[in-house]
């Protein structure tokens, strides 16, 4: 396209002289959110081999690409719940075609033979923000995962199942307590019993959460079910603003008999996050998509959620694709 040829793309690895940069074309984005400021990004760098790149238009700061190399593929991001291109409302759609192009080639020249793209679910942008998808599609990405997330509009919420308000009343009979706080020592014993049955552990330790949780105080919310001075049951929630989000939750043994979980995120959707436009529970898939857990879902639909794909794409960069379909 004509257009095309008057615009100039360039592509800068990300450094330390950039994070101001960075984190300006963050804010500023249309699907960006905190999980990618750098503070947030970089409190577990040493597990990963940064790749993330910002973006240039005619020598102008106009998108970031948050991502990690691992072997012979670049990952956007592997210690991030999703990734993908971060841009404003400036940018126009071949403009994103054309920075897709420059993404390619930059990280060819470097060796890399495919790029795993995490994208952003639509309700966790601030304005419609699909450019990126239409890229994928004209790169020919394949996608390779799709996990399901469950999550309520809140202005046109469904209603509560019977079944979640059973369970609702029985905490609310005994006088349980709804509190906020800091608590992550207690929150964290609570949450690793609870993921020992699966043979799993937090993604996050007790002094990472407290560091983030300094780091984003607004942002970064814990709250707990409590039985006068003992926590049975909490939940971490990422507040994005219009969108808020559950990143971790759990309950102990006899809140689970109380209904305690049931009593708190019944709590925090008509009462802390009643004013969000989405209530995010998160996914119920395992497997990279192709296992549901049926349980876990029906307690998040008995609330009123539904379905939203959070899905990943992988572009085969190893040849020449860009010929044939940029």
């Known amino acids: 396209m004509d257009t095309m040829n008057k615009i100039v793309i360039e592509i800068s690895p990300y450094s330390s002289e950039l994070k101001e940069t960075w984190n300006a074309l963050v804010l500023s984005s249309k699907n960006g959110c905190f999980l990618h400021l750098r503070e947030y990004m970089d409190y577990h760098s040493h597990r990963f081999v940064d790749q993330s790149v910002v973006v240039f238009k005619q020598g102008k700061p106009v998108a970031a690409f948050p991502c990690n190399q691992d072997g012979e593929q670049v990952i956007s991001h592997g210690g991030l ?8 409302n400036t940018l126009h759609a071949v403009e994103v075609l054309e920075i897709f192009k ?39 990405a394949q996608l390779y995962r799709r996990d399901l997330s469950s999550v309520i509009q809140m202005e046109s919420r469904i209603k509560f199942s019977d079944s979640r308000k059973c369970t609702m009343r029985k905490s609310a009979k005994i006088g349980i307590e709804i509190r906020e706080g ?11 019993h609870a993921l020992l049955k699966f043979g799993l552990v937090p993604v996050h330790t007790v002094q990472e959460l407290e560091l983030l949780k300094s780091r984003f105080q607004e942002n970064i919310r814990l709250f707990g079910a409590f ?21 971790y939750m759990a309950s102990s043994d006899y809140g689970r008999e109380i209904g305690t979980l049931d009593y708190l ?62």
């Open 81 to 88: 719940t999703f990734g993908g291109l971060l841009y404003g």
């Open 102 to 140: 420059e993404l390619v080639n930059h990280f060819q020249k470097r060796g890399i033979k495919s790029i795993i793209y995490k994208t952003i679910p639509h309700v966790f942008h601030k304005y419609p923000a699909e450019e990126d998808l239409y890229a994928l599609f004209r790169l020919g």
């Open 265 to 326: 995120l019944g709590h925090l959707i008509e009462n802390t996050f009643q004013t969000r436009r989405y209530f995010s529970f998160g996914i119920s898939t395992v497997q990279e998509g192709r296992q549901l857990n049926e349980g876990l879902i029906f307690q998040k639909e008995g609330f009123g959620a539904r379905g939203v794909a959070c899905d990943f794409y992988k572009i085969d960069i190893s040849g020449d694709p860009l010929a044939a379909t940029l």
């Open 182 to 192: 800091d608590f992550f020592v207690e929150f964290h014993h609570l949450l690793s």
């Open 227 to 247: 039985d006068g001075e003992k926590l049975l049951a909490g939940s971490i929630v990422y507040d994005f603003g219009h969108a808020a989000h559950v990143q």
